[in-house]
């Protein structure tokens, strides 16, 4: 079965670094997602994707992350510098196009910022 | 923000007992959605309710939606230790194209 690919699964780092996570969505699937969970809490979405154009960014903090899925296919966020309130799971969902809402998830990167 | 809020935020029962959850949110909806996710893993999607449905089954899963009453119910019947998890409500807004999670309900099912 098909599945959304993420890397790193973890992920340590130093305030004020660069981290960068990786995601390749199922095959076909125009939609990504990118989404920030913390713990105990539900995932919030930080940017949308269709194919190569950003729909949706209006809660990514534009000061220090950043998004691109250049192709239209895998995609990258960044963020520079990380700080302690990072610390979260951050998540990749795809879904065949931004009209159908049911979504597939990747098993996340778990994020630790020291 | 989320929009969805579950209750109750923890649930505790035996297996073969019926659980269920709860979920409110605030404005119109096209549809709305349950997950289920496993520690430290992704979501999984349930199953989908659309606004004018009323009920809905899929195996053990029986979801109910009241758009007077804005609120949603999972049942997760006859359950097993399998079924311990954090489970979403996820509400898809009218106009916004897209799914506001709220902060889930997680179950534990004690074998």
């Known amino acids: 079965e098909a599945e959304v690919a993420q890397s790193p699964r973890y992920k340590i780092t130093e305030k004020s670094q660069a981290v960068a996570f990786w995601c390749d969505p199922i095959?076909?699937?125009?939609?990504l997602y990118w989404y920030r969970q913390i713990l105990g809490q539900g995932p919030e979405l930080l940017v949308q994707?269709?194919?190569?154009?950003?729909?949706?960014d209006s809660q990514l903090p534009k000061d220090r992350f950043s998004a691109e899925r250049l192709k239209g296919v895998d995609s990258t966020l960044k963020i520079q510098p990380a700080e302690l309130g990072d610390s979260a799971m951050y998540l990749c969902?795809?879904?065949?196009?931004?009209?159908?809402?049911?979504?597939?998830f990747g098993p996340g990167t778990r994020l630790t910022v020291t | 923000s989320q929009q969805g809020e579950e209750d109750p935020q923890a649930l505790s029962i035996q297996e073969g007992e019926n659980a269920t959850m709860n979920c409110s949110y605030k404005?119109?909806?096209?549809?709305l959605q349950w997950y289920r996710q496993n520690s430290g893993r992704g979501l999984v999607h349930l199953i989908l309710?659309?606004?004018?449905?009323r009920e809905k089954h899929s195996g053990r899963l029986r979801v109910t939606l009241d758009t007077s009453k804005k609120s949603s119910s999972l049942l997760i019947t006859a359950s097993r230790a399998a079924d311990t998890a954090s489970y979403f409500c996820a509400t898809d807004d009218t106009n916004a194209g897209k799914s506001t999670f709220g902060d889930g309900t997680t179950l534990t099912v004690k074998p």
């Open positions: 994707f269709q194919d190569e154009s950003v729909v949706d």
């Open positions: 969902a795809s879904s065949i196009t931004s009209g159908v809402l049911e979504q597939y």
């Open positions: 095959s076909g699937h125009a939609t």
């Open positions: 309710i659309r606004s004018n449905e």
């Open positions: 404005t119109s909806i096209n549809n």
